[in-house]
């Protein structure tokens, strides 16, 4: 399962591409609520999440995914309920996904940038790891890009890692 984490001022095409993506990779994709189950995006798109943020199966999670846009990221940053999914992607070598601001404000002091190599959008670079300005990065479960633009580009990576290069392949032919 995929839990795409959602808080009040999220990046709508970074959450619904993404989404979209995934789901039609075959992924089981879950978007969970950060304070409450009606999310407001940061371009007035308003979305009911499947679950609330406590009650996220981590232990059923393969995937992690934190869409950007402010205040989106900061309020991902904010919850404790994010930080212990961060975490235990972490512990478990899941997959986590970062797009946007997201990597620098939600990710930065997690351990999840250490020693690896990442991207995020300009204005939200932090010094941990090595930030190299990319469209987008995969560092072995760590797979990050710099916003809206670099939307599908991210999922499709992301399809890559949870189910091989030949299926993102397939998927990307098919679009």
């Known amino acids: 399962m995929v839990c795409l984490y959602l808080a009040d001022g999220f990046e709508e095409t970074e959450a ?19 304070g409450g189950k009606i999310i407001h995006g940061a371009h007035g798109l308003t979305v009911e999440a499947d679950i609330l943020e406590n009650a996220a199966g981590l232990s059923d999670a393969e995937m992690i995914v934190l869409p950007g846009g402010m205040p989106g990221a900061r309020n991902l940053k904010n919850s404790a309920a994010v930080a212990h999914a961060v975490e235990a992607a972490l512990a478990g070598n899941k997959i986590i996904g970062a797009i946007c601001a997201a990597p620098g404000v939600v990710l930065a002091g997690t351990g999840a940038l250490h020693g690896k190599r990442w991207t995020c959008y300009p204005g939200f670079e ?3 790891g090595r930030y190299t300005g990319m469209r987008t990065e995969r560092d072995g479960n760590l797979i990050t890009a710099d916003g809206p633009g670099a939307a599908s580009e991210f999922a499709f990576l992301l399809v890559e890692a949870a189910l091989g290069e030949k299926a993102a392949a397939a998927l990307q032919a098919s679009f």
């Open 16 to 34: 619904v591409a993404t989404y979209d993506i995934l789901k039609r990779a075959g992924l089981t994709v879950k978007t969970v609520g950060v």
């Open 126 to 128: 932090v010094s941990e």
